[in-house]
Each structure stands twice: as structure tokens, then as C-alpha cells.
């Protein structure tokens, strides 16, 4: 998280673990999303990035008003690191889509997490 509010977390993709000797590392993106005011402009800079120059992964960008998925699929036709707002209330991501119950950790939890009241922190006292 950066004095702005802007929060970037970075998750490999299936069958990425680990540095590539070609590629950059992953963890640069998460820097250079904490360089900007907000999550618009940080998930727009890196959009402009060469896909390429990276292994596979899953990225969120989010800010008090904004929250945006990128996700490079790591694959030699992919053109473009891709941007998805995050639909608002629940989501969950792993190493797979957001939200896809391909995933084993999505398939087992998701449905507790949407079945669980919601969150209301009004109805807790704050201890001085």
C-alpha cells in the first residue's frame, strides 16, 4: 500500500513458480503499481507493459473507489496484460481466473464465504 491508498498484491498463474533467466521479475509490477496516485492510472501504466517480458500471473490493483484484476497468461500470443474491474462485493483469486471454480481452494471456499453473513463492523465496539 503506498501514502495514496492504492494496494497491488501479485500472484503467480498454474505452472509459473519461480524466476525465468529471460524474463523480469513479477514483483516489479507490484512497485511500479505503488508509484501512482491511483488504481486507474496504475492499472492503465501497466497495461502499457510488454507481456512478454514477464512469466504468467494475476495481479490486483485497488484503491478507495476502484479495484482492477491484470492478468498475463504468459503466452507467446499474448499481446497485452489485460484489465478487468473486479466485480464489487465478494471475489476470490488464486492462481486460476478470479472467481473460477477450476480452482481447488475457489471450489471449497467461495461458497462458505457467499453463504457467510456479511461483515458489519458498525455492530462492534471499539475499544479505547
Known sequence: ???HGVVAAILNRRASLG???DKRS??????EALDHADAVSAAEA???LNPA???SFNMVVADNRDAYWLRNLGSPEAKVIEIRPLPQ???ML???????RESPRVARHLPDFEAAEAPAPARFKVRP
Do not use: F, I, K, Q
Request: charged share 25%.
Open 46 to 48: 501497466l497495461a502499457e
Open 53 to 55: 517480458a514477464y512469466r
Open 94 to 100: 488464486t492462481a486460476y481466473d478470479v472467481n473460477d
Open 89 to 91: 462485493g465478494l471475489s
Open 26 to 31: 513479477r514483483g516489479e509490477l507490484v512497485l
Open 19 to 21: 524466476p525465468a533467466p
Open 1 to 3: 500500500m503506498n501514502d
